[in-house]
Nanobody, 117 residues
Framework: HVQLVESGGGSVQAGESLRLSCVGP????????MAWFRQAPGKEREGVAT???????SVDDSLKGRFTISKDVTKNTLWLQMNSLKPEDTAMYYC????????????WGQGTQVTVS
C-alpha cells in the first residue's frame, strides 16, 4: 500500500516562509513523478508544482519565484519551499505521485494545512 504523509504546515504571518515535506515508500520518489497541489475551502484543487523522474521541476506561473519543489531520494522525501507567503496561499496542501508525464496522479497524501494571515 502506498502511503504519502505531508508535514510542515502551520500558521504564519504574510511574508514568512514554510517548508513542507512529503514522505512515502522508498521506491515512490524513484519511480513516480511527484507533485504538490493545494485546495482552499470552497475552491477547486489546483496544481502548485511538479517534479519529474529526471529532476525537472515545473512551478505554476503564479507561484514562480516564491515556491520551489525538490526531493531527496535517499530520504524518500519531497519538499515544497514556500517563501514570501501571502494570505491567498492559505489552503490544504497535498503531495501526489503519478506515472511518467506528470499529467495524472495515482496516490495522494492526507494534506497539511497552511494558513497565512
Amino acid at each position: 500500500h502506498v502511503q504519502l504523509v505531508e508535514s510542515g504546515g502551520g500558521s504564519v504571518q504574510a511574508g514568512e516562509s514554510l517548508r513542507l515535506s512529503c514522505v512515502g515508500p522508498g521506491w515512490v520518489s524513484r519511480m513516480y513523478c511527484m507533485a504538490w497541489f493545494r485546495q482552499a475551502p470552497g475552491k477547486e484543487r489546483e496544481g502548485v508544482a511538479t517534479l519529474d523522474l529526471n529532476g525537472l521541476s515545473s512551478v505554476d506561473d503564479s507561484l514562480k519565484g516564491r515556491f520551489t519543489i525538490s526531493k531527496d531520494v535517499t530520504k524518500n522525501t519531497l519538499w515544497l519551499q514556500m517563501n514570501s507567503l501571502k494570505p491567498e496561499d492559505t489552503a490544504m496542501y497535498y503531495c501526489a505521485a503519478g506515472p511518467i508525464g506528470c499529467r495524472s496522479w495515482s496516490y495522494w497524501g492526507q494534506g497539511t494545512q497552511v494558513t497565512v494571515s
